[in-house]
């Protein structure tokens, strides 16, 4: 019999178990979707863990960074006072708020380095310290007590502390001088292990008291000496932080983190010290708290001043996991009860057409895809929102706070409850101006960003780049979204590279960077300025080419260049191209810089100017140039005084018969005018070699410790009766008296020939001429003759001294003034600067050696123009030369004395000899062949005691002066002077 057929309103066969098998297969979807949702819950709990044990290593860096971040200025301040007192101290620590902006840390201090023999001293210093107190520290010991080489004493301690004040960091019979010694050796910042601090060193190791110190060495220098001898001889003590481990950990880490994470830190170093390892462990905070065994584990190195610490994170044992989120949650629940629904919309829709069941399968589909629509895009919101790096806000455009991520409670501090309730009024600084302009931005633009300075929960500040922007959220009210970022260490590294900048922009040296091509990436202000770029100059496209002319571009790419990427630097000597077209020479030094993988990051150059260096080198050469040229000078002064001698002789016979010739005849005769003439010619011929005895130091000059201003004041007076009316003269001359050592009349002279000099220099005679007399720093006399005459060019310049150069016309100057000048100073231990320049005028400084007032020096006998008449007493005339001596007993017998002459010193002496009462007087020559003068003078003294004798001679010097008062000669004088001195000085020999 054949099957019944299925009713209409059951399902046909093959449909009566699809409702089953829908329900099954939303069960089998929804346990799924719970698989996965577990499996994503661990992922998350994997990300929350690496991102809090992230959050917790970078703080702990962070934090032990701003206590390391204290001792340079701890350090500069310790450095730049010789001797802090309390209340220097006590300012210092109050301005930078120690215990306020740096949680955890449990003291600072500054230590003195005290040598057994200062202990006295500075034991008084201490108790004499009133500045905070007004007792001072009568009690004040070094503990502990006891004799020490040196002692390292802690002096300043904040919070005050007695049991640290005054402690000896180098108790024997504690290890803290290794860490000590260790600074003042390294000159940089040196941690300890794990160790007690002094104030607990008769304690056993507890968490509670477990303790780190950062230690630094003070100078009297800014910056430690480069030796590390040096270094721990100049050491004057130590600055220092310390802080307790369990209190850092509890100020770095929040109640969650505490809570949830295991953290193990030692110390790498102290193993192999012997010291205790463990910084810290979890245990600390809850007793018998470990770590998970089969939980997520990170392994961190953290460096600590000079010392590296392990950092162990996990999760504590028994830690609950995050719950399940309610979204996940009702998601699956919402599956399991779609599953019911569908498998019974299924049983009801079989039963319905065909029709109907495709419109419920199609209904289905698309509130699935719906609800896998709102799933993703609700997940995507909370995924970025909760784990975005930066810190994250809903807010209202009135300034509350309606949610925040994790990021931003770490940021300010405080849970999410705690932010909300701070709003905008409690996040942002009042003070801050620029909150207004970047809400009204944001008012008009929809968004807006900037920079706000921020406050945490805790009550520091910060600052932070902002941005926000409006929307208008579910529910339809104005919302804003504000991501906010710490940019602290951002402006601390931009202030450091400012820093860094402007140091390398004040060093005079060239200073460049290049990428690996060779392109330059940064030049510094004073290779800008060579390479004539300015400051905003962009430097594309530029290289080392356009920095050194060909050659040298050859020797960097082809030597320069290898040999740094090879070694690492290469020095030597090349020049910059500068923009004027000056090569300059420098010493230059290219290094090579790799990244952490060797790879060739940049190429950088230090170029210094070598200018100087040449230029000493010059000086050098034009020094050696000088002593050449000053030898050549004394040739021809040796040459000029053996010429002037001779001429001596005849400017003798010469003056001496024309005024003879002159005195025969009546005033009114005509031969007068040309006898007075050639009479004025040779006493100028006088003068002339007057000077060139003087140029070749022929002359005896009779130096005496004198004040310079009236010499010079009788010189000017002498000048100012002579210079014409368009020249003017003005004397400025120190009132403090100067004494020098000097000739009067040579001092005199140089006046004369320097001021002479200054007025032909002056443009027909029109100008003024300065005389100016003052003290120099160096302990000198500076005389001074300035005009504004037309100057000299550097070829003149170098010449102005040399004889018998002149730029007169012929006729019109000898070329010996400035000559005799150069000779008179420098014969008195002076020396001669000049400055002029064409159209600019010249200065000349006359610079001699100040002296203290001692006993003068013999005078040379100075012409004279009375000539007293003898009474006929008889003279003995000695001369080898005829013409002189016809001249001289001319003269003589005019005078009125009876005159003998003989041609040589041996018949001089005879003649004594024959008759000894005959003669009253002898004048002999000196330079005569066979017996001098002075030999004749000898004999004379043997032969005839008591008889006067004369010298006469063409030069006379300091030698012949001396020799001849030794034998008692009663004078000596030159041949040029015979007409005017001859009958005074035969006058005062016969006076005895």
Known sequence: MPAAAPTATEPPVALRWLAPAVLAAGLAITAGLALWSWQREAAEQRTRFERNAERVVQALGNRVQSYIDTLPGLRAFAANRADIDDAAFARYVDTLSLERRFPGLALTFVADRVRGEERAAYLHGVRSDRSRRAGGHPDFEIRPPGARPEHMVIRHVQPEDHATFGYDLFDPDQRYRIEVDAALRGGGYVATAPLLLARDRDGTMAPALTSVVIRAATYATPLPPADEAERLRSADGVVGVAFRTLELLRSVMTSEQQQWLHLHISDAHAPAEGRPALVFDSSWLAAGATRAAAGPLQSVTLPVADRRWEVEIGVRSGAVPAPVDAASALAMLLGVLLSGTLAAITHVLVRANAREARKVHEATARLQAETRSLHESEQRFRMLFEHSMDAVLRTRPDGTVLAANAAACALFRCNEERLCALGRTGLVDRDDARLGPLLAARERDGRASGQLHLRRADGSSFEAEVSTTLYTDADGLPSASMIVRDVTERERAAAQQAELTAILDATPDFVASADRQGRITFLNRAARRMLGLGEQDELGGITFAHCHPPWAVRTVLEVGVPAATRNGVWAGQLAIACADGRELPVSQVIVCLRDAGGKVVRLSTI????????????????????????QKMESIGTLAGGVAHDFNNVLAVILGNLAI?????????????????????????????QQILAFSRRLPQQREVQALAPLVEEAVAMLRSTLPASATLHAQLEAEPLLVEVDANQIQQVVLNLCTNALQALPAHLGSIRVELQRTREGQARLSVIDDGSGMDEATRARIFEPFFTTKPVGQGTGLGLAVVHGIVTDSGGRIVVDSAPG???????????????????????????????????????????????????????????????????????????????????????????????????????????????????????????????????????????LERMAVLVREALAG
């Open 607 to 630: 170029a210094r100017d070598l200018s100087p260096v040449h230029a000493a080198q010059a000086q050098q050469r034009a020094l050696e140039a000088r002593l050449q040229e000053a």
């Open 661 to 689: 010739a002159r005195e025969d005849l009546a005033e009114a005769h005509d031969v007068q005018r040309p006898l007075a003439l050639a009479q004025q010619a040779a006493a100028r011929a006088r003068a002339l070699v």
């Open 840 to 978: 600019r005028g010249t200065r000349v400084d006359v610079l001699l050696p100040l002296r203290e007032a001692v006993a003068g020096a013999p005078q040379v006998a100075a012409p004279a123009h009375a000539r007293p008449v003898g009474r006929g007493e008889h003279i003995l005339l000695a001369d080898d030369d005829e013409v002189v001596g016809l001249t001289t007993e001319a003269l003589l017998q005019r005078a009125g004395y009876k005159v003998t002459r003989v041609s040589s010193g041996l018949a001089a002496v005879e003649a004594v000899r024959e008759a000894r009462d005959r003669y009253a007087l002898v004048i002999t020559d000196y330079n005569m062949p066979g017996l001098s003068g002075l030999g004749v003078a000898e004999h004379l003294a043997a032969a005839a005691p008591g008889l006067p004798v004369l010298i006469t001679s063409g030069y006379v010097t300091e030698e012949l002066i001396a020799r001849a008062r030794a034998l008692g000669v009663r004078g000596v004088m030159l041949k040029e002077h015979s």
